[in-house]
């Protein structure tokens, strides 16, 4: 069968053919917004046309099978327009209020979980894991799964403080914004990377590997054509794995994920924050990380308890100190938590004044 | 080894009420036309939980003819094994700005999907794309043919201008200072060779934000980030305010006294703002949507620099442009965005982003070459210690 004819740098299809039509009327017109459950809302526009999203739970990987069914559904309710949001929900765009109550009952009947709207859990951004990276060093989607189960009721009906955003990244590249997350899982190496010379040799190109080294760890070895690591300046990113595959950085034994806390993105009441380290070490636990999920439900539990209404909970950590942040989650205070790689000089106190 | 492999361990992420990648995974087998990709996804997924280790190759260089990127080669490192995942190639479809979607489309999508690879997808990957995970060499040019001809283009990958990506803006939100949909849209068209063909240093990535919420994380992970924002005073509708007040709102607590600049102030159930103090944080608009609204003169704030920790951690983007107007068809916005990259390109090492390469030649040098003075609105603060450079030009200003 002749292929299709192809064309080449065309873009990608033009927004407005995906818009319902109360939306191409009303765009750039809409006045405001309410939450009417933490998995609907309604946007009004100035013209008084109103459009309500149902936002329901996607596990991010969806079979070509499910798409379909979620298509179908907005067909039979939305006359076919869907989205998706930037955390990788699905959103339901409903132009008619009546079908709103079929839509939620048949989401219901099919266990769709609808809710992620407001100041509780959203969907978690996450990385591909064992599922499909090289780099992995644990298995991000299982780690979300695991969670979600757990934390379901703050996506489905509890309120928090604020919205709180979670991430987990499966290694230190950080494909998802770990690093500007309230509460977030990044995957860890503790063990320099083990050589393979031999290798090193054919498959890897000498000063590219050595440039890749942020620490200047790496040597080259002339006489052997291969490199040397100096293993006490090694802080385990992987970053020469990436460009010499040879030079192995994955260590099963060793190998696990660590929690960072208090990032945010918006600049609402205080500016963009990066996450910081909570808890160094958690060892790799498949298939569902146990002591993560329990970690994690600690800090969100103590931050509901103890957080004012609308604080993040970088901006609650700022509040109370984060001396008090170790003492109400009981999390152990180490040696990896004081930075001595680039941000000492900004994060040690140089102050009399502190708790206890 | 053919068929479905035992999989004791991920069949325990079956059970429990948020939706299951297993299960999708499994499902996937049912629908594509090569049931075995999926299994064996499933048979190495299953291995690498008893070992705690990965089993992928790092990607080769496979891809569509006349174009360097939007394919990602991917490889298991037991193809024996699992002969299924043997290739297991990522292609990346750009998506339509704000993720919007018909039936119609996303049923296409996945009909040519099941044809050609394993149908697994992610929606999105973290970049914004449509993601197809898993297929093999040989099927990369169909996919390509059946895709393009239906008005479906590749995304970006490598070094080089990445798909660009963006919040839902003025489609669906009262917040959108600036028609993010369409400028993440018509810059993506703008960039296409360069999205296509990578050519860069590095990877350069571009999101769009409508307004200081910032639901597309531009500030943190877009090399250069549009972020919407507006001159002007704060509009208010004081019988808005008496309607929040009645349905028990504390607006002194919740507003006024959670306000980052206290420009606000709440008396005879009136809220009165001293804009000139205001620094646009979006708080109380956020949370007073009825009752308050961004001033009226809009534009966006353009920052520069933001990545992941790899390699010497973590940069947000800094302020370089602090308001620049957006309106079709965006010149303005396009000739900034052009002289950036044609700075950090001439400049930069293989692997260098531009927020590093910033850091290594200094600031100075990037908003000379940029043509941007320097403003208050870009730091926090002023230098700290008496360590600065004098250029000749400096010099001659007596």
Not at chain 1, 316 to 333: A, D, M, N, V
Not at chain 2, 135 to 147: G, M
Not at chain 2, 189 to 200: A, L, T
Request: charged fraction near 25%; aromatic fraction near 8%; charge should be neutral.
């Amino acid at each position: 069968m002749a292929l299709p004819k192809r064309q080449t740098d065309i873009g990608p299809p033009h927004y407005e053919k995906f818009l319902p039509p109360v939306i191409k009327k009303n765009y750039g017109k809409w006045k405001y917004h309410e939450v009417l459950t933490p998995g609907t809302m309604v946007h009004v526009a100035e013209s008084g046309d109103k459009i309500w999203t149902v936002r329901a739970a996607s596990p991010r990987i969806l079979s070509t099978n499910t798409i379909r069914e979620i298509s179908n559904l907005a067909e039979k309710y939305c006359d076919g327009y869907l989205r998706f949001t930037t955390r990788n929900n699905i959103e339901f765009l409903v132009s008619d209020e009546s079908k709103m109550k079929p839509l939620l009952d048949e989401l219901k009947a099919k266990k769709y979980s609808v809710g992620g709207i407001g100041p509780r859990i959203s969907n978690i951004i996450h990385t591909q894991g064992w599922v499909h990276c090289h780099s992995a060093c644990t298995d991000a989607s299982a780690i979300v799964k695991s969670v979600m189960d757990e934390l379901h009721d703050y996506f489905t009906t509890k309120e928090l403080p604020n919205k709180v955003r979670l991430a987990v990244a499966c290694c230190v590249n950080m494909c998802g914004a770990v690093h500007c997350s309230d509460i977030a899982v990044v995957a860890v190496h503790r063990k320099p990377p083990v050589v393979n010379h031999e290798m090193v040799t054919k498959a890897c190109e000498i000063p590219t590997t050595i440039g890749s080294c942020p620490t200047s760890a790496i040597r080259p070895n002339p006489k052997d054509k291969t490199i040397t690591i100096n293993e006490e300046r090694c802080m385990y990113c992987g970053n020469c794995f990436t460009v010499c595959p040879p030079i192995d950085i994955h260590n099963p034994e060793e190998d696990g994920v660590a929690i960072v806390v208090g990032g945010k993105i918006g600049s609402l009441r205080t500016d963009p924050k990066f996450s910081k380290l909570a808890i160094p070490f958690i060892y790799n636990d498949p298939p569902r990380w146990p002591k993560v999920v329990d970690a994690i439900k600690n800090i969100l539990e103590t931050y509901a308890k103890h957080a004012k209404k609308h604080e993040r909970v970088g901006e609650w950590i700022e509040r109370i100190g984060w001396e008090s942040f170790f003492k109400l989650t009981g999390i152990e205070f180490t040696f990896q938590h004081i930075d001595d790689f680039t941000f000492m000089r900004d994060t040690m106190r140089t102050s009399a004044a502190f708790k206890y | 080894m053919s068929g479905k492999h035992k999989t004791p361990m991920l069949d325990e992420l079956e059970k429990g009420p948020w939706p299951s990648y297993i299960t999708e995974i499994k499902k996937a087998s049912e629908s594509s036309s090569m049931p075995q990709m999926a299994n064996d996804e499933l048979g190495q997924l299953e291995k690498s939980f008893r070992t705690k280790r990965g089993y992928w190759k790092h990607g080769g260089i496979v891809g569509v003819l006349g174009y360097g990127g939007g394919v990602i080669g991917r490889y298991s490192s037991l193809p024996e094994e699992f002969p299924g995942v043997a290739h297991f190639h990522t292609v990346r479809l750009n998506q339509p700005s704000g993720f919007f979607y018909t039936s119609e489309a996303l049923k296409m999508i996945c009909d040519i999907w099941d044809k050609y690879g394993s149908g697994m997808t992610n929606v999105h990957g973290s970049t914004g794309d449509l993601v197809l995970l898993g297929t093999t060499t040989e099927h990369l040019e169909t996919i390509f043919a059946e895709y393009s001809s239906r008005g479906w283009d590749l995304g970006s990958s490598g070094s080089a201008m990445r798909t660009p990506s963006c919040c839902v803006g003025q489609a669906r939100c009262e917040w959108s200072n600036i028609n993010s949909m369409d400028i993440c849209n018509d810059l993506t068209q703008h960039f296409q060779d360069q999205m296509h063909r990578p050519s860069f240093p590095y990877k350069f990535k571009i999101k769009v934000s409508g307004c200081a919420c910032d639901c597309v994380a531009a500030i943190a992970r877009a090399d250069l980030s549009i972020i919407g924002t507006w001159k002007g005073n704060i509009q208010i509708d004081q019988a808005e305010v008496k309607k929040y007040a009645d349905a028990g709102m504390d607006i002194q607590k919740e507003i006024i006294e959670m306000c980052p600049t206290n420009c606000m102030s709440y008396n005879n159930g009136q809220i009165k703002i001293a804009d000139a103090e205001c620094n646009r944080c979006m708080h109380c608009i956020a949370k007073m949507t009825k009752a308050l609204k961004p001033g009226k003169e809009k534009g966006a704030t353009i920052l520069v620099g933001s990545k992941a920790p790899i390699v010497v951690g973590s940069l947000l983007s800094w302020v370089i442009v602090p308001f620049i107007k957006c309106e079709a068809p965006y010149d303005e916005l396009k000739e900034m965005i052009e002289k950036i990259i044609e700075w950090w390109d001439d400049n930069a090492k293989p692997r260098e982003r531009i927020g590093e390469l910033i850091e290594v030649k200094g600031m100075r040098s990037f908003l000379e070459a940029i043509g941007v003075d320097p403003q208050p609105q870009q730091v926090y603060e002023p230098r700290k210690d008496p360590f600065f450079f004098w250029a000749e030009s400096d010099l001659e200003k007596k």
